[in-house]
């Protein structure tokens, strides 16, 4: 913004010609050139615009992402090539293992990225990346369910890498296995997080989590956030707080539900979880009576730059309450 608005006001030829008196133009050019780089260093607020084109891009790179496809691999290469950085200082982790489901052993991977903070403990924003399995034959993509808030946590990855966390740490889990491998059921879903889940309450992990926050299915054009019961009461007030705090409010709470999602594994450990979530995505029809949910119609049309910068805003801004809720 400031970098536009100084081009405005010092247009280069201008300015010369009118007073060649360069000792005012060039504080100006110096000014102009600071700004641009900083800009271009650290961008100032998450980039909704930029969180969208990773959606188009992951999209072009792995439409179909069920367990066990090539398209799974491609994935996960894509999700570690946007953390190099990371990579190299020892702050990425792989947490592999199998799972058994109903179409046998399956080989699942979570990625946990960290950027250290100046406080004890830790503050979680998860999403799964893969697509649903038993969708795999009919062109299923999943912009709105897994794509764009893998996106959504690669831009959140590249806002924090110039604005490391001045409170608590936060981690980015890109977990697998979220959807069912046959039909929803307590043994069949959520595969990455419970193994995420049992491995951090054995090695004294879950101690640290402050909050485990999900985002899952916010790209949606017409956006309108779920007052979740499934989700901790005071991490639902500082939701609505951080809504207002950022001029969003009429994005929250219009429907209330209990989701079950990648949050319950640790709800049920006792760890304050918060999924933030729009079920409610399409017209439902005879047709569709679930709308766009699990359907070939979720596709990147279907969302929009301008909801994936109300939930980048709402996430930072969730980091800076929880920070000052102790
Ligand atoms: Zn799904």
Redesign the pocket.
């Known amino acids: 913004m400031t970098s536009v608005a100084l081009v405005n006001t010092c247009h280069p030829e201008r300015s010369a010609a009118k007073s060649k008196d360069l000792r005012l133009f060039l504080p100006l050019l110096v000014l102009l050139l600071t700004a641009t780089n900083l800009h271009a260093a650290a961008p100032a607020r998450f980039n909704g615009q930029a969180a969208f084109a990773l959606t188009q891009q992951f999209l072009n790179v792995a439409p179909k992402r069920y367990l066990g496809s090539p398209g799974h691999a491609k994935a996960e290469a894509f999700i570690k090539d946007h953390f190099k950085p990371e990579i190299a200082k020892g702050h990425f982790e792989t947490d592999s293992f199998s799972a058994s489901t109903p179409a046998g052993l399956m080989d699942m991977r979570n990625y946990i990225v960290k950027y250290p903070g100046k406080k004890d403990g830790v503050i979680v924003i998860a999403s799964h990346y893969e697509t649903?399995y038993p969708l795999r034959d009919i062109g299923f993509v999943?912009a709105n369910?897994?794509a764009c808030t893998t996106a959504l946590l690669i831009e959140i990855g590249n806002y924090l890498r110039t604005h490391p966390p001045q409170g608590y740490s936060v981690w980015l889990v890109f977990d697998d296995g979220e959807?069912a491998v046959q039909s929803w059921s307590n043994s069949d879903s959520l595969y990455g997080t419970r193994h995420l889940a049992a491995k951090w309450s054995q090695d004294g992990t879950l101690k640290k989590i402050k909050a485990f926050m999900v985002a899952d299915m916010i790209g949606d054009k017409d956006l309108n956030i779920d007052k979740d019961a499934n989700s901790t009461p005071w991490l639902l007030d500082l939701l609505q707080q951080a809504a207002k705090n950022t001029g969003h409010s009429s994005y929250v709470f219009k429907n209330q539900t209990a989701v079950e999602d990648d949050h319950l594994p640790f709800q049920q450990r006792g760890v304050p979880v918060l999924d933030i979530i729009d079920m409610d995505y399409g017209p439902h029809t005879m047709t569709l009576p679930d709308g766009y949910h699990?359907t070939a119609f979720d596709t990147i049309d279907k969302i929009s730059a301008h909801s994936l910068q109300i939930a980048g805003d709402l996430f930072l801004e969730m980091i800076r309450l929880i920070d000052q809720h102790g």
Do not use: L, Q, V
């Open positions: 649903n999943g369910d897994g959807e699990h």
